[in-house]
């Protein structure tokens, strides 16, 4: 990864070909994006879309023991606020009985500084932070104001870290950059990786007084694996998956969301990096594997019966654990088909959609299949090489399956359940609410204290479905109830007629 070197990371557009434009069957998509045909395309017309900014600050405010300097206009910390809930109770999980939410400060550039430069009142937010709280680490996380007037970030963290006892991240992390707010988790990544990870220095067995203990130690690294976690797991994710690795002997090194900055510097003790979702972990796991020689697996995200037992077997794998992963995960199926027996008559046949983030929309897509639904449509936020392996699974049970890679976009979505007429409709929060308006029943995707991935996550999404689709009557209500902002001669037009095609 030569990138390393630079001071921030690349776009998905550039590193990984990323698009977040396609409109079409998902049978279509896997050859123009191997052409490059997918990379340039645009829209002629686009409504909403959503700033890397959002998903750093649901990750960065979670650390513990961390500060956050927002460096930029007031405004650009705002989305914060609407994280504090499920940040106490991160750190209520991680044993905080007091717990205070997301500990942040921002510069608060206004005009005057976009002339002058903001460097002086960054300088000031470090030396307060580091006064005030004396925590661990100190994130800079640059905006769009100071990425335009070339405020230099790296050299003014460079000239404090003499002055400062913690630790000082610059995060490059401007909205204007990249329209693929993934990107968010490189830049994250990539300051940590070059920040925080001094090295892999095996005279640290030193705090230990005996030779017994130092061969614990290292049988204990030898178990070790670091578990990458998302912004959008929740407690109970965690539970699950942890209880999944302990079963096969391992001890799990959690992080990012809600990890200390020692988790950072632990990675690269672990015998094995274990990725539950690769669009958000493949730029830190493949950076381990390189630099420090930890392997690492994780293609699928561990949501469904068959993406589980994946999971889980490329994990065993790489240790040597095959036998007991496979009696683990038989176990664990056959307790999961027996509960399932109730409730799969009441989902077979029903229709659904699915909007989120790219691997997470298909995942889920995949276990609904399992579930006996069909699958209608799926919006994922942006497509790569990623999704791959589930738009080949979906497309083979059905390759009529609509695909719209869509970040946002509710023009789209709306002229295609209107079409499509949906039983459900599985998305956050900001796409459910126009498929509520729409009349169809809504799930969300992710829920601050549900479960999705694992065993005890395909049963809890089925049985959470299953009291959906018992009662739909409010939101068909609602439907007849609501004005559109949309004219009826768009639900007329091709729900993709905006989409522009580009050049390889």
Not at 1 to 13: F, G, Q, T, V
Not at 38 to 64: D, E, H, M, V
Not at 398 to 414: C, H, M, S, Y
């Amino acid at each position: 990864m030569s990138y390393i070197d630079a001071k921030s990371a690349p776009r998905r557009e550039d590193r990984l070909g990323t698009c977040i434009e396609f409109g079409g069957l998902i049978g279509d998509i896997a050859r123009p994006f191997c052409e490059g045909c997918l990379k340039n395309r645009s829209r002629g017309f686009s409504q909403g879309t959503i700033c890397q900014l959002l998903p750093a600050l649901a990750i960065l405010t979670s650390l513990q023991d961390t500060v956050v300097i927002v460096h930029g206009a007031i405004g650009c910390g705002g989305a914060v606020h609407s994280l504090g809930a499920s940040v106490r109770l991160g750190q209520w999980r991680s044993g905080d009985k007091n717990p205070k939410g997301a500990l942040w400060l921002s510069t608060n550039l206004n005009e005057q500084d976009v002339t002058q430069g903001g460097e002086a009142k960054l300088r000031e937010a470090i030396l307060e932070s580091d006064r005030r709280y004396r925590p661990d680490a100190i994130v800079v996380l640059s905006t769009c104001v100071p990425g335009i007037i070339g405020d230099d970030i790296d050299g003014l963290t460079e000239d404090l870290k003499g002055q400062i006892s913690a630790a000082l991240l610059p995060i490059y992390c401007e909205g204007f950059k990249t329209k693929v707010m993934a990107t968010a988790y490189d830049a994250i990544f990539h300051s940590f990786l070059r920040n925080m990870i001094d090295g892999r220095d095996e005279t640290e067995f030193s705090v230990y007084d005996n030779e017994a203990s130092v061969a614990a130690e290292a049988i204990r690294r030898h178990r070790l694996v670091n578990l990458m976690n998302v912004s959008s797991m929740t407690g109970p994710d965690q539970y699950e998956l942890t209880r999944l690795l302990h079963k096969l002997g391992l001890e799990v090194n959690m992080l990012p969301c809600d990890a200390h900055p020692d988790a950072f510097r632990n990675a690269p003790f672990a015998a094995l990096s274990v990725g539950v979702c690769p669009t958000h972990d493949d730029y830190f796991m493949g950076y381990l594997e390189e630099r420090f020689g930890v392997p690492f697996v994780g293609s699928q995200m561990p949501i469904g019966i068959e993406n589980t037992g994946t999971w889980l077997r490329h994990a065993a794998g790489r240790l040597g654990l095959e036998d007991i992963a496979e009696r683990v995960i038989a176990s664990e199926e056959a307790e999961l088909n027996k509960a399932l027996e109730p409730i799969l008559p009441s989902l077979k046949g029903r229709t659904a959609m699915l909007s989120a983030g790219e691997v997470r929309t298909l995942a889920t897509a995949v276990l609904l299949q399992e579930l006996g639904m069909e699958i209608l449509a799926v919006r994922p936020y942006h497509y790569d090489e990623f999704g791959a392996v589930d738009v080949e699974h979906l497309a083979r049970i059905n390759p009529a399956i609509k695909l719209n890679v869509a970040t946002a976009q509710p023009f789209e979505a709306v002229n295609m359940i209107n079409r499509a007429k949906p039983d459900l409709y599985i998305g956050h929060n900001s796409d459910n609410v126009w498929a509520a308006k729409c009349g169809a029943a809504i799930l969300p995707i992710y829920g601050t204290n549900s479960i999705y991935s694992g065993y005890a996550g395909a049963y809890d999404i089925a049985r959470r479905i299953k009291r959906h689709l018992a009662n739909t009557s409010f939101n068909e209500k609602l439907s007849r109830n609501v004005r559109h902002p949309y004219r009826e001669s768009w639900y007329a037009e091709d729900p993709f007629k905006y989409i522009k095609q580009g050049a390889a």
